[in-house]
């Protein structure tokens, strides 16, 4: 990915936030009055003990967000907010989704298509499939697009879970707003 700090559309943000009661609800409240949808949310637990991640994804305008951003810095339990628009990332999301099955030719076909797309078979059924994909957002649109001819009978997405990369910190200073943080831990062991 690209840095693109386009002036309206999703942007992808990771928190580093303490591991604490209620601070999901204050993030996503602090988001919600600002008129912002959360398309998709992820948190879990990071490298640190007593820390964890939020990688959120919203749609808006890109002054908006970057205020947005000022404000959740300010949340006492928000250690660092990073704007994957400003620097290089990896992103993936997960997907499982159950496909109806009618015909034993149905089956193959629906399975040499699963392959394409590296899909794991995780539970098999007389007359269902359920699969699981990993990927960038477009590959997971891509494969539900592909089932959805059979019937799709169930789906659940995680929602999107990004790192900056570490070649960032080999991309020159006058590419990106600001120093380059690719580097640095996502966490002092004594945080703020």
Known sequence: MTPNPAPS???????????????????ASLIGRRGYNIK??????????????MTIVVSGDRSV?????????????????????MEKFVDRELVLVKVAI????????????ADDFRARIVDVGRH??????????????????QMRPFGILETMRTGRVALTRGSNADVPGHVYVGESRALEPAVETATR
């Open 102 to 113: 009618r015909s034993s030719e149905e089956r193959v076909e629906i399975r040499h298509i």
């Open 128 to 145: 269902a499939l359920i699969f699981e994909v990993t990927g960038d957002e477009g590959k997971i649109t891509a494969f539900i697009e």
């Open 65 to 85: 967000v970057e205020n947005a951003i000022r404000q959740l810095d300010k949340l006492q339990d928000v250690i660092r907010v990073v704007d994957h628009a």
């Open 40 to 53: 998709s949310l992820s948190v879990g637990t990071t490298e640190v003990v007593g820390v964890s991640r």
């Open 9 to 27: 559309g999703d942007f992808l943000l990771s928190l580093i936030v303490r591991d604490e009661p209620r601070v999901l609800t204050r993030v």
